[in-house]
Nanobody, 118 residues
Framework: QVQLVESGGGTVQAGGSLRLSCTAS????????MGWFRQAPGKEREFVAS????????EYSDSVKGRFTITRQIAKNAVYLQMNSLKPEDTAVYFC???????????WGQGAQVTVSS
């Protein structure tokens, strides 16, 4: 069992920045990935960014590449999403996840609302 707690959401003007955090607790696993999906009302949940815990190698969706940076802090079992140059289309609820190798389903955080005003 894994629990994920998110923080760092809020409201910013277009062009501003926010930093999301996601801290994991519970069972310890040796091979997993962590990251974020986001979902706007009436739309499908879409991938944003992820990293492989073992080496920190990141992946990004094309829509956020060059603006968002995902990192990890090993001692805190935490990942961070630095979001710069935010656009109104980034407005969504951002859900942190952990995907453990060999398990079908992801574990999800509670969600963090990000609102970017024009």
């Amino acid at each position: 069992q894994v629990q994920l707690v998110e923080s760092g959401g809020g409201t910013v003007q277009a062009g501003g920045s926010l930093r999301l955090s996601c801290t994991a607790s519970g069972r310890t696993y040796s091979d997993y990935a962590m990251g974020w999906f986001r979902q706007a009302p009436g739309k499908e949940r879409e991938f944003v960014a992820s990293l492989r815990w073992s080496n920190g190698n990141p992946e990004y969706s094309d829509s956020v590449k060059g603006r968002f940076t995902i990192t990890r802090q090993i001692a805190k079992n935490a990942v961070y999403l630095q979001m710069n140059s935010l656009k109104p289309e980034d407005t969504a609820v951002y859900f942190c996840y952990v995907k453990i190798r060999g398990m079908q389903d992801r574990y999800w955080g509670q969600g963090a609302q990000v609102t970017v005003s024009s």
